[in-house]
Every structure is written in structure tokens, then in C-alpha cells.
């Protein structure tokens, strides 16, 4: 199957800062990017569609302006959580899909965010 | 509302077949049963999907009922490493915009 990669894997900031989560197809382009968030021992909650070259589509809930997604190419999708708080904690996962693998997506490892 | 149900959690014996139960009842024509699981901080990973046939792969076989309104994912010999929440996923095909939306899944505890 195909790899993506997340950068970093893990990362500790204090309240207020920003933080940029990277999202990476390694060997395909991603015409399409989700944007998962999980917290302890819950399921993985859909925050947003990132399509290469247009803006994002954020569900229901999930601040745009708190989380900025930007698809700038067809292998990079990139996710800055803005003036993160402890509540921010939170394992962010991001998955790609192209026409290529029309029934599949493929999920990154993820990345740890803790906010003190 | 979830489109899938899943018992919240299974235990297994190691070297024995897995059955994982998923019922979807409202399951419509052109919606396919996709199978993803997550080892415990890990993203993630695919394992098979179907639409109304059985489909077998290296990993696992997905029995699907006439019906399609229930299906069974078998790990025909678990091993330790198979510990993992099983996700069960119900969604049209993938294509550009279609999302997973991930249920509360299946705990399978594969034990020596």
C-alpha cells in the first residue's frame, strides 16, 4: 500500500503558542487529505477535507480559524493548530487518498500534541 | 447516527480464527463495508473491504451476508500482534470527498 507520513511524531508546546502538523504522501499524489483527531481511548473524529489547491471543508464543531489546514501541494497538507491550549492535546491523524487506490486511504502514524 | 454496530470488545486465543461481528442494517445499494484497525498510538490500517461478495486477502477474509445486512471479519490464526481496535466502516465508495467516519469499533484482545 501506499505511505504516508506525518512530521513530528510527537510534539510539546506551551498554551498560546501555534503548532504545524505535516501531512506527506511519500510515493503518490494526494488529491484528497483528512484531518483526524483522537483523544484518549475515543474514536477517531473526522475535523476536516483538505482538497489540493481549494480550501478546506471543516465539520461541524471544529473552529477553521482555531485549526488551519492548508493542501498547498499533491503530497504535502499541513495542519497548524493556532493558539493551542491544554484542551488541544490530542492525537492528530491524517489519511490521503488519490484516484489511484479508489477504495482505499491511507492513514499516517499520527501525531502526539500535548499543550501545557 | 452510526451506521454500523460492534460489540465493544472481544477476547481471542492465540492460533485461533478471530470472528469480528458487524451488523448494518440500513445499509444501502452502492454503500461498501470496509474493515480498518488501530494498534494501540498508531495510525490507522487498512485490512480489507467488500461490497457483496467474500473477499479474502493475506490478512483477513470478509464474509458479507446475502442480505448485506450484517458481516464478519475473520483473522483466520490471530497472533499477539493482532491486538487492536477493529473498525468496521459502512460508506459509499471512496471517491474524492467521501469520508470514513469511524464508530467506537471492536477491542480485540488476542491472548497466549
Known amino acids: 500500500g501506499a505511505v504516508v507520513s506525518q512530521h513530528p511524531s510527537r510534539v510539546i508546546c506551551k498554551s498560546g503558542t501555534s503548532v504545524k502538523i505535516e501531512c506527506r504522501s511519500l510515493?503518490?499524489?494526494?488529491?484528497?487529505m483528512f484531518w483526524y483527531r483522537q483523544f484518549p481511548k475515543q474514536s477517531l473524529m473526522l475535523m476536516a477535507t483538505?482538497?489540493?489547491?481549494?480550501?478546506?471543508?471543516?465539520e461541524q464543531g471544529v473552529e477553521k480559524d482555531k485549526f488551519l489546514i492548508n493542501h498547498a501541494s499533491l503530497t504535502l497538507s499541513t495542519l497548524t493548530v493556532t493558539s493551542a491550549h491544554p484542551e488541544d492535546s490530542s492525537f492528530y491523524i491524517c489519511?490521503?487518498?488519490?484516484?489511484?487506490?479508489?477504495?482505499?486511504?491511507?492513514f499516517g502514524p499520527g501525531t502526539r500534541l500535548t499543550v501545557l | 447516527d452510526a451506521k454500523t454496530t460492534q460489540p465493544p470488545s472481544m477476547d481471542c486465543a492465540e492460533g485461533r480464527a478471530a470472528n469480528l461481528p458487524c451488523n448494518h442494517s440500513?445499509?444501502?445499494?452502492?454503500?461498501?463495508v470496509y474493515w480498518y484497525r488501530q494498534i494501540h498510538s498508531q495510525g490507522p490500517q487498512y485490512i480489507i473491504h467488500?461490497?457483496?461478495n467474500n473477499e479474502t486477502n493475506e490478512m483477513a477474509s470478509l464474509i458479507i451476508t446475502e442480505d448485506r445486512k450484517s458481516s464478519t471479519l475473520i483473522l483466520p490464526h490471530a497472533t499477539l500482534r493482532d491486538t487492536a481496535v477493529y473498525y468496521c466502516?459502512?460508506?459509499?465508495?471512496?471517491?474524492?470527498?467521501?469520508?470514513?467516519?469511524f464508530g467506537a469499533g471492536t477491542i480485540l484482545r488476542v491472548k497466549s
Open positions: 489519511s490521503a487518498w488519490d484516484s489511484d487506490f479508489y477504495n482505499e486511504q491511507f
Open positions: 510515493d503518490f499524489q494526494a488529491t484528497t
Open positions: 483538505s482538497n489540493e489547491g481549494s480550501k478546506a471543508t471543516y
Open positions: 440500513t445499509i444501502s445499494g452502492n454503500e461498501y
Open positions: 467488500g461490497l457483496k
Open positions: 466502516i459502512v460508506e459509499a465508495p471512496l471517491s474524492r470527498g467521501n469520508k470514513l467516519v
